[in-house]
C-alpha cells in the first residue's frame, strides 16, 4: 500500500524536507537517498496524504464505484458452460481459457478471459487468477472454481456454477418482474404529486393569502411543500442524487458504513425478509455443495461465507468456523448463529448423527429457497398495503388542506 512519508535531510549546509510516496520507511529514504545524491538524511516519518492528492484518491475510487460492472450474466453462464463441456472432454484449462476468450462476444469477458490465460502461463493457479477479478464474476464463481481445483474435478463444478448463476439470474428476473407493478405506480404517484404541488396548488394559493386569516395545520403543509417544489424543486433533486451517490460509494468503500447499513437493513419491512433468506438459501446452497464433494466442513465453511454480501449475516456465520475449531460440532455452531429455526437445527443434527449430513443440508437449502421464492411471487401482496396507505395519505392531505380552508370561509360567511 502507498503512504506518504516526509523526509528531512541536510544537503549543501541547509536544512530541508521533502514529501516522498513509497510503500515502506526504508523505501522512502533510498529513494530520497537517490534523489539528493550527496545529501545527508536526517529522519523519515509517515504523513497523511496532501489535500489535493486525497480528493484525486477520493475521486478515482468514488468515480471508478459509479462506473464498476459485472458481466453480463446470460455471457457468464454460456462461458462457464463452455467451460465445462471443453474440461471434461479432456482439453487443458489453458486451451479452454484461450478458447472461450476467443469465441464469447462480451468485449469485457474477452479482455479479463486474456489476462487470465497470462495469467495461467505465469504459472498462477485458476483460483488466483479468477480472484483478480471478484468484483466482475462474483463470489459465488470464484468459491465454485476453488472448489474444481481443491476436488480436481473442475467440469462438474463448473456446470455446477452455470446452474447457480442460472438460478440466481431466474430470480433476478422474478424480483425485477414483482416490483415493475410497484414501481410504476410510485413513479406515478410522484408525477400526480409533482403537478398538483407546481400547477394546482399555487391556485388555491392566492385564494388563501387573499382570505388574511390563521390558516389550519393541513394547509401550512402543503403550501410549504409547494413552495419547497416550486422554489428549490431541481436543488432537493440534485441532493438527492447527489447523498444516493454517496451512499453508493460509502457502501463500496467503507466496511463500518457497510456493516451499519447491513445490519438496519435487516430490520426493514419485506426487505430484511428477502436478504435474509437469498443469503442464507446461497449459504447453504454452496455449503451443501462442498460437504457433498468431501471438503473438509471448516474449508467448506470459509468458501461459503465469502459468498454471503450482507455483512451482518457473513459476521455470524463466520463464527461457525471458530465454534467447529473450538470442538463444537456443526448442529451446536449453527445453533449458535441464531439465523437457523429449530426444525432446521434439528434436521442438521439428526443427519449429523445419521451420517447423512449432505441429504439434510440439502433439505434446509430447499426450505430457504422456497421461502425466497415466497416472498418474491408475493411481493406486490405485501406492497401493496403500504401503497394504499401512502395514497390515502397523499389524498387525505390534500383534502385537508385545500377544503379546510374554505369550509371555514363558508362558515365565517354565514355568521
Known amino acids: 500500500m502507498i503512504s506518504y512519508f516526509e523526509v528531512n535531510y541536510i544537503y549543501k549546509g541547509k536544512r530541508d524536507k521533502q514529501l516522498i510516496k513509497a510503500n515502506t520507511r526504508r523505501s522512502a529514504i533510498a529513494m530520497a537517498q537517490a534523489k ?61 481459457i484461450k478458447e472461450v476468450g476467443n469465441s464469447t462476444t462480451d468485449k469485457q469477458l474477452k479482455e479479463i478471459f486474456v489476462l487470465i490465460d497470462e495469467d495461467l502461463n505465469a504459472g498462477k493457479s485458476l483460483t488466483e487468477a479468477f480472484m483478480k477479478y471478484s468484483n466482475q464474476f462474483g463470489d459465488v464463481s470464484i468459491a465454485m472454481i476453488e472448489l474444481g481445483e481443491s476436488t480436481g474435478n473442475m467440469s462438474d463444478a463448473l456446470t455446477k456454477l452455470s446452474e447457480l448463476l442460472e438460478e ?48 389550519p395545520m393541513p394547509t401550512k ?35 463500518a458504513y457497510k456493516a451499519f447499513v447491513d445490519k438496519k437493513m435487516l430490520k426493514v419491512y419485506l426487505i430484511g425478509d428477502i436478504t435474509f433468506y437469498a443469503s442464507m438459501s446461497r449459504f447453504m446452497l454452496i455449503f451443501t ?26 459476521s455470524k456465520l463466520s463464527g461457525v468456523k471458530q465454534s467447529v475449531q473450538r470442538g463444537n460440532n456443526l448442529t451446536e455452531a449453527f445453533k449458535e448463529t441464531e439465523l437457523f429455526e429449530g426444525m432446521l437445527i434439528q434436521m442438521i443434527k439428526a443427519g449429523e448423527q445419521g451420517g447423512a449430513l449432505d441429504k439434510m443440508l440439502e433439505k434446509v437449502t430447499d426450505y430457504y429457497r422456497s421461502r425466497f421464492n415466497m416472498f418474491i411471487e408475493n411481493l406486490s401482496a405485501y406492497i401493496e398495503p403500504i401503497m394504499i396507505g401512502v395514497i390515502a395519505g397523499m389524498v387525505l392531505m390534500l383534502a385537508l388542506g385545500i377544503f379546510m380552508p374554505m369550509w371555514n370561509m363558508g362558515q365565517a360567511v354565514q355568521g
Open 36 to 96: 539528493i545524491p550527496g545529501g545527508t538524511i536526517l529522519k523519515a516519518y509517515e504523513v497523511s496524504a496532501p489535500l489535493e492528492d486525497q480528493f484525486e484518491d477520493f475521486k478515482e475510487k468514488f468515480l471508478g464505484t459509479l462506473s464498476q460492472k459485472k458481466i453480463n450474466v446470460e455471457f457468464l453462464i454460456a462461458a462457464f458452460r463452455q467451460l465445462a463441456v471443453m474440461t471434461n472432454a479432456g482439453i487443458s484449462i489453458h486451451d479452454s
Open 168 to 215: 440466481m439470474m431466474d430470480n433476478q428476473k422474478k424480483l425485477k418482474s414483482a416490483m415493475r407493478y410497484p414501481k410504476t405506480v410510485s413513479i406515478a404517484i410522484v408525477i400526480a404529486f409533482s403537478i398538483l404541488m407546481m400547477y394546482v396548488v399555487p391556485k388555491f394559493k392566492e385564494i388563501f393569502e387573499n382570505l388574511g386569516a390563521e390558516l
Open 221 to 255: 403543509v402543503l403550501l410549504f411543500c409547494e413552495h419547497a417544489l416550486n422554489t428549490y424543486g431541481a436543488y432537493i433533486l440534485g441532493v438527492v442524487i447527489l447523498i444516493s451517490l454517496f451512499n453508493k460509494y460509502k457502501y463500496k468503500n467503507d466496511e
Open 289 to 314: 455443495e462442498l460437504v457433498r464433494a468431501g471438503v473438509p466442513v471448516v474449508e467448506a465453511l470459509d468458501t461459503s461465507v465469502m459468498t454471503v454480501d450482507n455483512e451482518e449475516i457473513k
